[in-house]
């Protein structure tokens, strides 16, 4: 599909984002798409995005089927040399890289986030989720300031944008996915769209509408499958079709190469 691994980093210092849910999903429906799918899970204690795809090829297994998925090596005891090493062995030949971050401040987590192709920043529709990229005003609720991440990605775009050329490489692409807004009061909600709207504009990333809190991602955990396993959920209701379809869009909102949308409007700025 691509010339060269496309990576994607999922990465927000603030844990309870469903960072690791988002990414496993937007690896499945890559794979579900025909591609390559890698991924790098860099929180070695929690591993949920392993054990994800490990639940998965288990399923596979036990009901004798093959489904779309994602091969997952967990990077621990590694240096950046390291992991990236490790990186270019397993991923030869890939199409994507998909590397899900711990929700801490890690080294390793800030210097993938500054390698990333697509950098992908879930966060819950809460002020204390905003405060990761940017401070507000407590009365105007206007931004005040870049938060340290903000400030991080913005030297590594600028610092990408130098090197873009000589090492055949487009910019960075930085998409902040909003999920869980169905939880947001009205009015919270359409200030921080308004604090969205002005961060974006001074620090260049993207706004996407991502998952909504759905009791059905954590049950389909134990089992590693997703709302695009087709004949193999049962009978699916109204919300789980939405559910589907909300996917399908966060996936067209990254505007992937060789996925068809990378000049889609899937997202707002």
Known sequence: MVSQPHRIVFANEKGGTGKSTTAVHVAVALAFQGANVVTFDLDHRQRTMHRYLENRAETMRRR?????????????????GAMEALIEKQAAGADFIVIDTPGRDDPLARHSATTADTLVTPMNDSFVDFDLIGQVEGESF????????AELIWEARLKRSRTSIE?????????????????????????????????????????AKGLSERVVYRELFPSGLTLLDKGQLGDLGTSHLVARQELRGLVASLRLPGSGNENSEGGTQ
């Open 64 to 80: 004798s089927i093959t489904l779309p998925t994602a091969r997952c090596h967990v990077v621990e005891d590694m240096d950046e």
């Open 167 to 207: 090492q055949q490489r487009a910019q960075m692409d930085w998409v902040v996915v909003r999920n869980r807004t169905g939880y947001t009061e009205a009015r919270n909600m359409a200030r921080i769209e308004q604090a969205l709207g002005e961060m974006a504009k001074r620090v260049g990333f993207r706004v």
């Open 142 to 149: 206007k931004v005040k300031k870049l938060s340290f991440y």
